[in-house]
């Protein structure tokens, strides 16, 4: 091969005599001649050189074109093949700024969905809130019949809203306020009352079973909360 050959020699593509020598020596740079000011130096003087002959090549393929009959077949069969990829690149183009455009509206879509069903739950979760605090201020009377509106209206939109249209990451939380938010501390909050005005009612019996169900509703609330936000 008219190369320098040891017993560790690799040959990489053979048939193009590409020669790799395995060397310690090789692992010091500062041993390559490549390497330092006067690599540096050989290195401008090889792209100067090949510059120079793509220059050259470069007169002698526009001479070839101007002057052979042939030139004209290649130019448009060239200029084909270019065409086909540029048609091929703005389709790609077209169709990532379609997608673009159909995702960011979709995103958009489930942001307003989770705003409102936000504002729906956050209404529920301030009037139990406000029940609770009633309670506690006044534990001999009876529950404002305002605070069943409140809840009855934010539930009543709650299940208009579709759940094949709402984002798929509160459909579960949803899923567990169903079939009526809130229907179960509203339920007890209800005997409740009723026994102010039942003979022999008492009233404190009710008390911590409507604490206890006005808490496990807010957990919920709060679970289906995160997930909007």
């Not at 052979?68 to 790609?92: C, D, H, N, T």
């Not at 997608?99 to 529920?124: A, C, P, V």
């Not at 501390?185 to 026994?195: E, M, R, V």
Request: with cysteine.
């Amino acid at each position: 091969l008219g190369l320098p050959q040891e017993a560790n020699d690799l040959f990489v593509a053979e048939p193009a005599l590409l020669h790799v020598r395995h060397s310690p020596g090789l692992t010091d740079f500062s041993r390559l001649p490549w390497y330092g000011r006067r690599g540096a130096g050989q290195v401008v003087a090889v792209i100067a050189f090949s510059i120079s002959l793509a220059a050259i090549g470069g007169w002698s393929l526009l001479r070839w074109l101007s002057e052979s009959s042939a030139a004209v077949a290649w130019v448009q069969a060239v200029g084909s093949i270019l065409a086909i990829f540029a048609a091929m690149e703005v389709g790609r183009r077209q169709i990532a700024a379609h997608w673009n455009l159909e995702n960011k509206k979709q995103s958009e879509k489930e942001r307003k969905f989770l705003i409102i069903i936000g504002s729906l739950l956050r209404s529920m979760q301030n009037a139990l809130n406000d029940i609770e605090k009633e309670l506690d201020n006044h534990p001999g009377a009876p529950v404002s019949s305002y605070h069943f509106d409140r809840i009855k209206s934010a539930s009543d939109a709650l299940l208009k809203i579709d759940l094949f249209e709402c984002p798929l990451v509160i459909v579960d939380p949803l899923l567990m306020l169903f079939p009526v938010p809130c229907q179960d501390p509203l339920a007890i909050i209800q005997l409740f009352n009723k026994s102010f005005y039942s003979a022999g009612g008492r009233p404190e019996q009710f008390l911590p079973s409507v604490k206890n169900a006005i808490t496990v509703q807010r957990l919920t609330l709060d679970h289906a909360l995160e997930k909007c936000r």
